[in-house]
């Protein structure tokens, strides 16, 4: 069994839609592949709550209580290597989590980092993005899910939709549209390298 790890720093809106749909899609049977855990860097993470009235483990490492981003994320490896194994690597999957990961880490999980932007990249990476593509008169906006590496937001581009920037969106509202667009294209990135045993 893959077991796959959620990362999360707030609501879990992203990790809930991938557990309904690793549920209602039979991950487990068509795959091999199932919801493992969820860990947070907040303990007052809305999505620690959702995750456990539905029966997935959660952990919490509070990023603040570590010296340096090296000894979080030295930890963090040892609460997701927890589920791995060498004939099935865990997927580790940054939904919301607020975390820029250090290349150490990145190199350990290379391949099997997966995370969602709410923007068209290469457009727009980093933080602000809603409001930043209103700025910028963008008639489209987006979501992308691409592969993680050292580079802030890079990394090959898995999936990506496309929404409207109406006249009179702000930057909560413009959210709102391409939040719902993450919920569909998040799980389905993720089932798609599943299906094609693309994550090593």
Not at 45 to 70: C, P
């Amino acid at each position: 069994m893959r077991n796959i790890v959620i990362l999360i720093s707030g609501s879990g809106s992203n990790m809930a839609a991938i557990a309904q749909t690793a549920q209602r899609e039979q991950w487990a049977t068509k795959y091999g592949a199932k919801v493992a855990s969820v860990i947070s860097n907040k303990a007052d993470a809305a999505g620690l709550q959702w995750a456990q009235a539905h029966g997935i483990a959660t952990d919490v490492l509070d990023h603040k209580v570590f010296a340096n981003r090296e000894a979080f994320d030295a930890e963090l490896a040892k609460r997701i290597d927890a589920y791995d194994t060498p004939q099935s690597p865990a997927l580790v999957v940054l939904a919301g989590f607020m975390r820029i990961l250090t290349p150490g880490m990145v190199q350990h999980y290379a391949g099997r980092l997966v995370n969602i932007h709410p923007s068209l990249l290469p457009a727009f990476a980093g933080l602000n993005t809603h409001q930043r593509a209103i700025d910028a008169g963008c008639q489209f906006a987006g979501a992308t899910v691409h592969q993680v590496t050292a580079e802030l937001d890079h990394g090959t581009i898995l999936a990506q939709a496309v929404v409207p920037v109406f006249l009179n969106d702000d930057a909560r509202t413009l959210a709102v549209r391409v939040l719902s667009q993450e919920h569909r294209i998040f799980p389905q990135a993720i089932a798609k390298l599943l299906a094609q045993n693309a994550i090593k």
